[in-house]
């Protein structure tokens, strides 16, 4: 099993362009799924190509199955713009979530300090 410690010091893949960084705070459930696709959705035209985006949840304090649904529909949309979708600075429950529905190795996780 990996620890949440080993999973975060996984860093991306080196990219051209500067990440495209998108703050999630608050709750990533059933209640704020919707906005914060809607973020993630700008954030993959926006984005140089080639870039990654990432998604800072320093702040998120909760995800359940409907955001972790959210962050796989966004994680496919941003593969077919031709970005990563990164996860920076997920808490213990959601590295262990993606441990839990074998997702972990679909997402890049960095630590905040790569930010």
């Not at 209640?31 to 949840?57: K, R, W």
Request: aromatic share 2%; charged share 20%.
């Amino acid at each position: 099993m990996t620890s949440g410690r080993d999973r975060t010091s996984q860093l991306a893949a080196p990219r051209n362009a500067e990440p495209h960084v998108v703050h999630v705070s608050g709750e990533m459930d059933f209640d704020h799924a919707e906005q914060l696709s809607a973020m993630l959705a700008a954030a993959s035209d926006e984005a140089p190509d080639g870039s990654d985006i990432v998604v800072d949840l320093r702040n998120s304090s909760f995800c359940d199955s409907a955001g972790l649904n959210m962050l796989l529909a966004s994680r496919q949309r941003a593969q077919q713009a031709g970005h990563h979708l990164v996860l920076a600075a997920p808490s213990h429950q959601m590295v262990r979530m993606l441990e839990l529905t074998e997702t972990a190795a679909l997402f890049p996780l960095v630590p905040a300090a790569a930010l």
